[in-house]
């Protein structure tokens, strides 16, 4: 029992470290490629082809002189960030493993609760700096991370009833044969969107709407703060993407393709980012309430009763 624990306590330190790693290469990748979309160099000086430009960055960013507003909620206004990046690092809990790990069969609704916590520490890094400028920007990106974490669930739940289970790991087994994608494939578009909704990402960046907004919630931070709320956001930028491999791209997490799929869907993100404007705040919200809800409801209700009717059928 002991060895059990010790080995799951192992597993998980190995886990965080290697998305932390992750998380770092993909800033590099993020900073390259937008580089290649706007005709110039990416980072290429720092080591090989700029490869050590994450851990140099990481450096300048965690030494630099930490201001703190005079007017802020002191303790809140330093553990939102803190918080931020932990419930984002404990999100990759529920990712499933055949080894020793937290893989429980729960982990969907471990999911759906952790990721709705994120909106707290968005809320409260924007309301205790004491800004105008990050209040609005708080207040922006939990409107719109509230509106689409109900479409999200939603489309979640059409997947869950196929399965009739809140494991993940059983999306990987009932796609032995054949993708969700192809058998849901405007769900998963959907799903895709939302995620991008969700992670605060172009074209949905209103939290950090630089021309309007000087960068948001988190226009008071500066050096560990900054990076810490940063590396959260991309930390679920990967963890989203891997949810999308494991939902609807076959899931197959034992082989070497899950991990290629992962950085594909990254890569998505980022293409995402250096090619689509940003949306109208209104038109974003009006395509969460008016378009993916009731879309997405009314999948959920098709897939509930070709459920029962297979059921009785069977009966």
Avoid: H
């Avoid at 690092?89 to 499933?96: K, Q, Y």
């Avoid at 990106?141 to 809140?166: C, D, K």
């Avoid at 021309?211 to 560990?224: A, D, I, K, Q, T």
Wanted: charged share 10%; proline share 3%; hydrophobic share 55%.
């Amino acid at each position: 029992m002991v060895k059990d624990l010790f080995l799951v306590i192992i597993s998980v330190i190995i886990l965080i470290l290697m998305v932390l790693v992750g998380v770092a290469f993909l800033t590099l990748l993020e900073r390259k490629v937008l580089g290649y979309v706007q005709i110039r160099k990416g980072p290429n000086k720092v080591g090989f082809l700029g490869l050590m430009q994450p851990f140099s960055d990481a450096i300048k960013l965690f030494s630099k002189e930490q201001t703190y507003p005079y007017m802020s909620n002191f303790i809140l206004y330093y553990f939102s960030p803190v918080v931020n990046l932990f419930l984002a690092l404990f999100l990759w809990m529920c990712m499933p493993f055949v080894s020793l790990t937290l893989s429980f069969n729960f982990s969907v609704l471990f999911f759906l609760c952790l990721s709705s916590l994120g909106v707290y520490t968005i809320m409260l890094a924007g309301w205790s700096s004491n800004s105008n400028y990050s209040m609005l920007g708080c207040l922006r990106s939990v409107a719109q991370s509230i509106s689409y974490e109900v479409s999200l669930s939603l489309i979640m739940m059409s997947f869950l009833i196929l399965i009739f289970s809140l494991n993940l790991l059983d999306l990987m087994k009932f796609q032995e044969y054949i993708w969700f994608i192809f058998l849901l494939f405007p769900l998963g578009l959907m799903w895709l969107v939302s995620c991008l909704a969700e992670t605060n990402r172009t074209p949905f960046d209103f939290a950090e709407g630089e021309s309007e907004l000087v960068s948001g919630f988190n226009v008071e931070y500066s050096s560990g703060g900054f990076a810490m709320i940063f590396l959260a956001e991309y930390a679920s930028i990967l963890f989203m993407s891997m949810m999308c491999c494991l939902m609807f791209l076959g899931g197959d997490i034992i082989s070497f393709i899950f991990f290629l799929k992962i950085i594909m869907l990254g890569f998505f993100w980022i293409w995402v980012r250096g090619t689509l404007p940003r949306f109208r705040y209104d038109k974003l919200m009006y395509l969460a309430w008016k378009c993916y809800l009731p879309v997405s409801l009314n999948f959920l209700l098709m897939f509930f009763g070709l459920k029962l009717f297979i059921f009785f059928s069977l009966i």
